[in-house]
């Protein structure tokens, strides 16, 4: 279907209609300079606006199409503002024309009744702090352009004034008027309320029972369970009741959705929530299933009563250190990219998305996401296009994306960029052309497009692309250094080998970085993002500070470095034997094993984990600038158990097993254990084994030990170990391992 920007009349036929015309007629203007007209006659308009009551649901809408007029009715603004984003998403502007790409007629209706996400106005957010009201609605607007019907709040701090240089309204403002806002479009507002443990119960409802009287609409109100929050299951349900009494008078129809994430000081915290829920308190509505969860989501809907339906909350915002970390099925990001773009990169994830919705999605009634910025944009806008049809096709969704945000540019370009740059994110980044060829259409797509240097959504797939580029030539780069180094060093030669590692950067690689410093400014002018602390206010490196990881480690080269001017304050006798040390790390013989959790991934240990273990990146945190890590030991395998398979070991021949852990120094441990093959290694107080404080100091960082255990031959298989470390009450923390064979005493 066509359109003549001759013709671009608007009709609203009643009052509750022009609204939606109105923001309908703003759209268009934007993308054609054009301000249609609203008019009260149906036939001279090219869309008509209906508000229709008689309409089963506020989230449904109708689009009907005769004698050229396309008509949308709705039973409230919702509806409209969901219809004509649909006509924006299939829309093409060009030639004084506009084209639908598709036929948009029919009934559409969502299948998830809750579709939402967090935007909260603290100081944590990389983003949403230094917004003012115009900028939270445009973004209301934006995330309803993808059946968005939920916006989320932080009201943990009200009262406290906790404020940023960024930020120009208290809390206590903000929520009051961003709650109104959210109503004028008809977008429900739902309330992060976090429990306070130094408050009284009196405190703690006095408080709230303020707060709702002030807020002008609330739909819903979610105090998590945990994270913050320690209070024992009982007495936290019990609050929850005693809040929804509250909630309930000011706002009769109001939910109250508290969350089973469990607080850590309580190992059976869930199953005294599931024992308190069974009572089917009324004053509960629904449970959320969100991050630190109690139980896994198909456990958790099997336990709480039917009467409860869930809530998801999912987190689509982090990329490491939270529940579903990039290729979150392996949990194997690169550590060259979890080292420099650490947690809150830009960080567009459809097809993985697409995965963790396939699998949770059919247990709840919806979600609103956990976000902390707009480096996550286009997972939002992902992810409600599934809640409204999870069977939506994912290049669709995107190309949607391009035309409603992007309309300037080639909607096919962008979408293939998009997902060029999740790709970008698999392997290791020297073997990943989908760098190169983001990086290289994102350029193209700048210079054939360049109004969309002021677009902030491209500016930010620009920025990451630079990022992704940065840091695969600097790992090229470094490599290449290395290798030279080794090379020196096998000759003795030290100091050349120090001065090789030292070589500069080339001007390409310069000029890159400092593109990122001009992008960065940019970004902040546009949309506020934060991506350094000194310059832009980030609240710290890990929230979204790009530019404070980005120059972080990809390499060896900066440990290899700094071992080497420690040789040179050795005794010369001494020097040859630790650098023969250093470049022997890593090597084992064909029948010895050597395995690191960052530099071989989970894959390869030819069992699966069990239970929800946890990655503690390290390459990513501050203290590695001055104290370099090897990216040997750049990930942290967290967890109460850890079970591998290993071959190939000679069958009359004792080896030692080495395990590297992270140094907790937990007293209370009594019970880790270490079995090969069924026989127990060790079993007694945390890591036990045989120390070697020289190795620890030549090859480890701060913070780290190792212990070795002795593997007699009697234990192996015909040439097989199945190895298992475990800790039932306290878990434990290790990075890598090696077995080896005991020297052959003659």
């Known amino acids: 279907m066509k359109f003549s920007y001759s013709n671009l009349n608007i009709c609203a036929e009643n009052d509750s209609s022009r609204y939606a015309a109105e923001l309908f007629s703003n759209e ?8 249609p007209n609203i008019v009260e006659i149906k036939e001279n308009a090219f869309v008509a606006f209906v508000a229709d009551g008689s309409i089963e649901d506020k989230d449904t809408f109708i689009i009907t199409e005769s004698n050229g007029t396309l008509t949308i009715t709705a039973k409230t603004i919702r509806g409209l503002i969901f219809g004509y984003s649909l006509f924006l998403r299939k829309a093409k502007f060009s030639n004084n024309e506009i084209l639908l790409v598709e036929n948009i007629c029919g009934n559409h209706k969502p299948q998830k009744k809750i579709r939402g996400h967090q935007v909260g106005y603290r100081t944590t957010p990389n983003t949403y702090d230094a917004w ?35 930020m120009r309204y208290t809390q206590e403002e903000f929520v009051t008027e961003a709650s109104r806002l959210a109503d004028t479009v008809d977008l429900d507002v739902s309330l992060w309320h976090a429990n306070d443990d130094k408050e009284t119960e009196e405190e703690a409802l006095a408080i709230r029972e303020k707060l709702y009287s002030q807020i002008p609409r609330i739909d819903a109100v979610f105090p998590p369970g945990g994270d913050p929050g320690n209070m024992y299951s009982d007495a936290f349900v019990e609050r929850c009741k005693k809040i929804s009494h509250i909630l309930k008078k000011i706002h009769p129809d109001a939910q109250m959705h508290p969350s089973a994430q469990a607080p850590h000081a309580y190992r059976d915290w869930g199953d005294t929530l599931i024992k308190e829920l069974s009572n089917e308190p009324d004053e509960i509505d629904a449970l959320i299933m969100g991050p630190n969860h109690a139980f896994p989501m ?73 976000s902390e910025g707009v480096h996550d ?71 054939r497009y360049p109004s969309l240097c002021e677009n902030w959504r491209f500016m930010l797939l620009y920025f990451r692309g630079c990022c992704d580029k940065l840091v695969k030539m600097r790992r090229i780069f470094e490599n290449k250094l290395i290798n030279k180094a080794k090379a020196l060093l096998k000759n003795n030669c030290i100091e050349k080998a120090i001065e090789t590692l030292e070589t500069p950067f080339d001007e390409c690689y310069i000029d890159l970085r400092n593109e990122l410093e001009t992008l960065a400014e940019k970004l902040f002018r ?14 710290s490196w890990e929230r979204g500070a790009t530019l404070e990881t980005i120059d972080n480690n990809v390499s060896d080269k900066a440990f290899i470095l700094e071992k080497l001017k420690y040789a040179l304050t050795l005794e010369s006798s001494e020097k040859e034997k630790f650098i023969k040390r250093l470049l022997n790390r890593n090597q084992t013989d064909t029948d010895e094993v050597y395995y690191s959790v960052a530099l071989h991934g ?15 990146i390290q390459g990513d ?38 395990i590297v852990y992270k140094s907790d120094n937990n007293p209370d441990i009594s019970n880790h254990r270490i079995t090969a093959n069924g026989k127990i290694l060790y079993e007694g107080a945390q890591y036990g084994g045989s120390k070697n404080p020289v190795f620890d100091k030549e090859m480890l960082a701060p913070g780290f030990e190792s212990a070795s255990y002795p593997l007699h031959k009697e234990i192996f298989i015909n040439g097989t170990l199945e190895l298992e470390i475990s800790e039932p009450e306290y878990g434990f923390k290790f990075c890598e391992l090696w077995i080896k064979k005991q020297p052959t005493i003659k």
């Open 28 to 35: 268009i203007f934007k993308r054609t300079g054009v301000k």
């Open 132 to 166: 003012d009201y115009n900028q939270y609605f445009r973004y209301y607007l934006d995330m309803m352009a993808f059946g968005t019907n939920t916006c989320e709040h932080n009201t943990t701090k009200f009262g406290k004034k906790e404020m940023n240089p960024l």
């Open 298 to 370: 198909h456990e958790l809907r099997k336990l709480t009563p039917s009467k409860y339906p869930l809530r998801f909350y999912p987190d689509i915002t982090h990329n490491l250190r939270c529940e579903y970390p990039v290729n979150f099925l392996e949990d194997d990001w690169h550590f060259a990219l979890c080292n420099t773009l650490s947690r809150e990169s830009v960080n567009p994830r459809p097809t993985e998305l697409r995965t963790l919705h396939r699998t949770f999605a059919p247990y709840t009634i919806g979600s609103v996401s956990y």
């Open 377 to 447: 944009d286009v997972n939002k806008m992902i992810w409600s296009a599934l809640e409204w049809d999870k069977d939506a096709d994912l290049r669709e969704i995107l190309l949607d994306y391009s035309r409603m945000f992007l309309y300037e540019a080639d909607e096919e370009k962008i979408a293939d960029t998009i997902l060029l740059l999740e790709k970008s994110w698999q392997g290791d980044p020297v073997e990943n052309p989908c760098i190169d060829f983001a990086y290289n259409n994102l350029c193209e797509i700048k210079s």
């Open 526 to 539: 546009l949309i506020g993002i934060q991506l350094d602390v000194e310059h832009y206010y980030a609240d």
């Open 602 to 616: 989970l894959n390869t240990l030819g069992i699966r984990q069990t239970g929800e273990f946890y990655m503690d």
């Open 621 to 658: 945190r501050p203290y590695t600038k001055k104290t370099p890590l090897p990216m040997s030991m750049t990930k942290v395998f967290d967890h109460f158990t850890f079970r591998a398979n290993f071959g190939g070991f000679e069958n009359d021949c004792d080896y030692t097993l080495t």
